[in-house]
């Protein structure tokens, strides 16, 4: 797995250190954290006995763009579940398209049965499918966030610094269970928040902890019930309508960003959680201290932003 950059880039009204960690610049097909978690799913493909892909999402997603940049690689043949209901054309179903995937619209109610269906007649034509969940949930996702958890606690010992926070955009929650865990298995204290895009509580954060659970039996580790949910910090207080459009403040700091210090946010993911953070940091008088931003990449979607269009 490649190390990504993580460097200060200022200090905010409070006297707080901002970092952030560049998990944009993995360096597969415009990076992310769906690269991230899609480099420990290909790692299995190469090793096992597959020779075509099923997965799901968007039109906007970024892991059905990266999965089928992947598989077009491997001349393995992708095919993308996508639900009618969020199907605008963006760059990244653009570039599923030039990378040959076999997109499959259908309304958001048969997604599920559509995969089974679309699994079980490669199984019965010969085919050896691999299924990917969408957004690269499961184990082997969460695997991919205890990874970067360590990449940070080495960052810290090497620079002799402490992170008092860690945030960044929380969706399906696998990232933020993979970060969880890794902060288990170090065994050492701080706040990992994560600022939910869409999901509301409670259902939100107990997904992060069943995707917890789930990855501890797999290793045999556990914990104790009151710890995980200690540590699982899930705050839906900045989704604004959810899966939307920017507002004024958000357009704001993505701007800024962008001017200031070159890095590009969308507006479905990174800015909105950014702008999350900013408003946590403020309400919560959090204040001197050194904290970390996760910037979980989406490039094309800050493409889509620019041409106003509206990547839901
Ligand atoms: C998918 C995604 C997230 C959310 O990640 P989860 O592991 O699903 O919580 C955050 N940022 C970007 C850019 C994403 O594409």
Do not use: W
């Not at 890794?182 to 107990?206: C, M, T, W, Y």
């Not at 900045?238 to 590009?264: F, L, V, W």
């Amino acid at each position: 797995m490649s190390i990504t950059p993580l460097y200060h880039v200022y200090d905010d009204e409070y006297q707080n250190r901002i970092f952030i960690k560049r998990d944009d610049l993995i360096p597969v097909s415009f990076g992310g954290n769906k690269a991230r978690k899609a480099i420990n799913f290909f790692a299995e493909i190469d090793s096992g006995d597959y020779d075509c892909i099923v997965t799901y999402g968007s039109s906007s997603s970024n892991h059905c763009r990266i999965i089928s940049n992947m598989a077009a690689g491997r001349h393995m043949p992708c095919y993308i579940i996508s639900p009618q209901e969020a199907s605008v054309p963006t760059f990244n179903s653009q570039l599923m398209e030039m990378f040959g995937a076999e997109i499959i619209v259908v309304n958001v109610e048969n997604v599920h049965e559509t995969i089974e269906n679309k699994l079980s007649e490669l199984r019965n034509s010969g085919k050896k499918p691999y299924f990917i969940a969408g957004g690269g949930h499961g184990d082997l996702g969460t695997q991919a966030y205890v990874e970067c958890y360590d990449e940070i606690v080495q960052y810290e010992t090497d620079n002799h610094i402490k992170f008092d926070y860690i945030f960044f955009a929380s969706g399906t929650g696998t990232t933020q269970a993979g970060l969880v865990c890794g902060q288990l298995f170090h065994k050492d204290e701080r706040n990992i928040v994560g600022i939910s895009i869409a999901r509301k509580n409670p259902r939100g954060r107990q997904v992060i902890i069943n995707s917890i659970n789930e990855y501890l039996d797999g290793c045999g580790a556990d914990a104790s019930i009151n710890e995980i949910e200690n540590k699982t910090v899930f705050i839906d207080d900045y989704t604004g309508s959810g899966y939307s459009k920017a507002n004024e403040e958000i357009n704001a700091d993505i701007r800024k960003m962008m001017i200031m210090h070159g890095i590009p946010m969308d507006t479905t993911y990174v800015g909105k959680a950014f702008s999350g953070m900013k408003k946590y940091i403020a309400a919560n008088n959090i204040n001197k201290l050194n904290i970390l931003f996760i910037h979980t990449g989406g490039t094309p979607l800050f493409f889509d932003y620019l041409q106003g269009r509206n990547a839901e």
